[in-house]
């Protein structure tokens, strides 16, 4: 069962709670804290575009890739809206391809590198970002704590009910596999007021810091910082979100 297919539509009505300005001033401000020169940013797992459309409102040259069509879809008709041309790839990121090198700036955001559930699949894009970054350039990502996906979403359900759409969430922690299934089943109301059921399971793997730090060095990447929740402080046992930045 494919992620992001019919979910794409919905995507950005069930994240409106999400503060995506916070969160590009907050990437703006770790590239002015590392004293990074970025004008050229790739984005991947980018999305419905909730970071791509207004970095490149404010200027950079910015390519964004992911794997779901829907989703490119979205952020292709939001970006029509708005009138701002966007570049984007339909790519599974665990087999990165792209031809531009010397980068400035890779960046990820949300969640994106929790989808990628085998270690050497997440090696192999961290060598492949390593590869693209100029000398210099400056890797930033973000993924759900292990404890967060653990312990927060772990085995728990949750449910929604709003006025067009509702939803049922139900999640199975694997703590041998560390992996997180999550069935959800969505019923979204038509244009007759009937509503229609889908349903997708994602799956995403909970890492540890030290996992991705481990395999940020294997990959190449010195200097590895890690920050938590929108902070600059080192991540806590009970941080829900790990901001890391390092350097080619
Ligand atoms: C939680 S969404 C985040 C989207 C966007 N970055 C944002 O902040 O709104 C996760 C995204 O990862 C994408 N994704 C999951 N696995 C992927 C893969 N293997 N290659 C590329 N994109 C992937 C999904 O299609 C989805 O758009």
């Not at 050497?120 to 930033?140: A, C, M, Q, R």
């Not at 967060?148 to 139900?170: F, H, P």
Request: glycine share 6%.
């Amino acid at each position: 069962m494919e992620q992001y297919r019919d979910f794409a539509f919905i995507y950005d009505e069930l994240m409106n709670d999400v503060d995506y300005d916070k969160w590009v001033d907050y990437v703006e401000e770790i590239i002015k804290k590392e004293g990074a020169q970025v004008q050229n940013i790739l984005e991947l797992a980018c999305g419905t575009g909730n970071m791509t459309i207004p970095l490149t409102k404010k200027g950079y040259d910015i390519a964004g890739i992911d794997i779901s069509r829907e989703m490119l879809e979205v952020a292709l008709e939001k970006a029509e809206k708005e009138g701002v041309e966007l570049v984007l790839l339909q790519q599974d990121i665990a087999e990165l391809d792209f031809d531009v090198e010397n980068l400035d700036c890779v960046l990820c955001a949300c969640d994106g590198f929790n989808y990628i559930t085998y270690d050497d699949d997440l090696e192999n894009v961290f060598t492949k970002v390593h590869e693209l970054l100029k000398p210099g350039g400056i890797f930033i990502f973000d993924i759900s704590s292990y404890y967060k996906l653990s312990e927060i979403l772990g085995n728990n359900i949750y449910g929604e009910n709003r006025e067009d759409v509702a939803y049922m969430w139900r999640n199975c922690f694997d703590p041998e596999e560390n992996l997180v299934e999550m069935e959800l089943a969505f019923f979204v109301k038509d244009e007759d007021g009937k509503f229609d059921r889908f349903e997708e399971i994602h799956q995403q793997r909970a890492y540890t810091e030290e996992e991705i730090i481990d395999i940020l060095s294997d990959s190449g990447f010195e200097d590895i910082k890690v920050y938590s929740d929108f902070e600059f402080e080192s991540p806590k046992e009970d941080s829900e979100r790990l901001f890391f930045v390092c350097r080619k």
